[in-house]
């Protein structure tokens, strides 16, 4: 393909030297569970997010799994309880739920967000709802006065899958003053999968949060369920980061504002230069910060045609996502009230690239394509 979606060695090219030397320390310090990057990691996770706690995890799914088994273990929450869930998300939000035996209670998304309807969530609850998972999915900040008041109202927990929108700003501000991603609602969960805005070299993720009793039950759980060494107040798991993973994020994590940025030139360009009526492009808030742009899809009736249109033409483009959860064989028994919008985004949506290693001209290139695209033929 003449126009790539990503290419993670490309991405990773401006840092890779001073990533290898940080690999390096790890291997000459001989401490390969834990340590210093770890803690620095912590902590420049914690000052990046605002938030007074950060547990350094395995993977994303693990942070969101790990967060709702505290509040279990902290009598928060119970077998059979369910959490508001967007049914417009990344499989892994709703897994980390079942996996602790909870319901997600799927909620339909605004089509102009694509993110939480916040006047669907209160026909969704139940007498079991314990908690509303809030996603900011695409790298759009999903938070508003009506999910802080309706989970006020009902004593709701609020968790964010911020697996996508590192980096990112709310107009409002969180439950504890802060307007950062990760540090809104009561606990969080970040993801550096290779292809996230800040991205590992495998696995890796966080949970962040300012709550000091759930970040040491997390802790703990993580640890395999042990306090202090040999001694295990939980049956818990082994969800450690890996150091060197954490050498790598603190050489990447410094440079999320940059990265981010360059996404939204990206996306400014689209925006100015896709025309094709037949193409619907994200709203872009006046508020710069709120959308840290980790895909940039646009939506086409015609989105099958439209994909073999820019494939022939060298463009590579992905479906996020092409099945939603609640069509996937896993969850074939899962109850579920009509998700209209939620199954025409799976059938109409498309992501364009829209990292840094796409030139400011190939995105302007990649929209002239899209406009020459005839719905009709
Ligand atoms: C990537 C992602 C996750 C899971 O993160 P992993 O690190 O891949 O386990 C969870 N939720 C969303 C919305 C994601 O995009």
């Given at each position: 393909?003449?126009?790539?979606?990503?290419?993670?060695?490309?991405?990773?090219?401006?840092?890779?030297?001073?990533?290898?030397?940080?690999?390096?320390?790890?291997?000459?310090?001989?401490?390969?569970?834990?340590?210093?990057?770890?803690?620095?990691?912590?902590?420049?996770?914690?000052?990046?997010?605002?938030?007074?706690?950060?547990?350094?995890?395995?993977?994303?799914?693990?942070?969101?799994?790990?967060?709702?088994?505290?509040?279990?273990?902290?009598?928060?929450?119970?077998?059979?309880?369910?959490?508001?869930?967007?049914?417009?998300?990344?499989?892994?939000?709703?897994?980390?739920?079942?996996?602790?035996?909870?319901?997600?209670?799927?909620?339909?998304?605004?089509?102009?967000?694509?993110?939480?309807?916040?006047?669907?969530?209160?026909?969704?609850?139940?007498?079991?709802?314990?908690?509303?998972?809030?996603?900011?999915?695409?790298?759009?900040?999903?938070?508003?006065?009506?999910?802080?008041?309706?989970?006020?109202?009902?004593?709701?927990?609020?968790?964010?899958?911020?697996?996508?929108?590192?980096?990112?700003?709310?107009?409002?501000?969180?439950?504890?003053?802060?307007?950062?991603?990760?540090?809104?609602?009561?606990?969080?969960?970040?993801?550096?999968?290779?292809?996230?805005?800040?991205?590992?070299?495998?696995?890796?993720?966080?949970?962040?949060?300012?709550?000091?009793?759930?970040?040491?039950?997390?802790?703990?759980?993580?640890?395999?369920?042990?306090?202090?060494?040999?001694?295990?107040?939980?049956?818990?798991?082994?969800?450690?980061?890996?150091?060197?993973?954490?050498?790598?994020?603190?050489?990447?994590?410094?440079?999320?504002?940059?990265?981010?940025?360059q996404r939204f030139d990206r996306v400014r360009c689209y925006a100015n230069e896709i025309?094709?009526?037949?193409?619907?492009t994200?709203?872009i808030?006046?508020?710069?910060?709120?959308?840290?742009w980790?895909?940039y899809?646009?939506?086409?009736?015609?989105?099958?045609?439209?994909?073999?249109?820019?494939?022939?033409?060298?463009?590579?483009?992905?479906?996020?996502?092409?099945?939603?959860?609640?069509?996937?064989?896993?969850?074939?028994?899962?109850?579920?009230?009509?998700?209209?919008?939620?199954?025409?985004?799976?059938?109409?949506?498309?992501?364009l690239p829209v990292?840094?290693?796409t030139s400011i001209r190939q995105v302007a290139e990649i929209a002239a394509?899209?406009?020459?695209?005839?719905?009709?033929?």
């Amino acid at each position: 393909m003449k126009y790539p979606f990503l290419q993670l060695k490309d991405v990773n090219a401006p840092y890779i030297e001073e990533i290898k030397q940080a690999v390096c320390r790890v291997i000459d310090s001989g401490q390969y569970i834990g340590g210093t990057e770890v803690e620095l990691l912590e902590q420049n996770i914690a000052s990046l997010c605002r938030v007074p706690h950060v547990v350094p995890v395995s993977n994303g799914l693990d942070a969101l799994r790990l967060i709702i088994r505290a509040y279990k273990e902290m009598g928060i929450m119970a077998d059979g309880d369910e959490i508001i869930v967007p049914a417009n998300t990344y499989i892994a939000s709703i897994l980390a739920i079942t996996d602790n035996n909870l319901s997600p209670a799927l909620v339909d998304v605004d089509p102009s967000t694509m993110n939480l309807d916040p006047s669907l969530i209160e026909e969704a609850l139940t007498p079991r709802t314990r908690a509303i998972m809030t996603v900011h999915l695409y790298g759009r900040v999903a938070w508003n006065r009506d999910i802080i008041d309706i989970a006020r109202r009902h004593n709701l927990r609020i968790i964010e899958d911020n697996a996508q929108a590192i980096g990112a700003k709310s107009r409002v501000p969180g439950l504890s003053g802060t307007d950062m991603t990760g540090g809104l609602g009561d606990a969080a969960a970040i993801s550096f999968y290779p292809t996230k805005n800040i991205g590992a070299m495998g696995d890796a993720g966080a949970i962040t949060t300012h709550d000091p009793q759930l970040a040491a039950t997390a802790r703990a759980l993580a640890n395999y369920g042990s306090d202090t060494r040999y001694h295990n107040i939980y049956a818990g798991l082994n969800c450690r980061l890996d150091p060197i993973q954490a050498a790598i994020l603190n050489v990447k994590l410094p440079h999320v504002h940059e990265e981010n940025g360059q996404r939204f030139d990206r996306v400014r360009c689209y925006a100015n230069e896709i025309n094709n009526p037949s193409v619907t492009t994200p709203t872009i808030s006046p508020y710069l910060y709120d959308n840290v742009w980790h895909q940039y899809v646009i939506t086409s009736p015609m989105r099958d045609a439209l994909q073999k249109h820019l494939a022939d033409n060298g463009v590579a483009t992905d479906i996020h996502y092409p099945t939603p959860a609640h069509l996937q064989p896993c969850y074939r028994k899962l109850s579920h009230g009509p998700l209209p919008v939620t199954e025409r985004l799976a059938r109409q949506c498309l992501s364009l690239p829209v990292t840094t290693t796409t030139s400011i001209r190939q995105v302007a290139e990649i929209a002239a394509i899209i406009n020459t695209f005839d719905p009709q033929s």
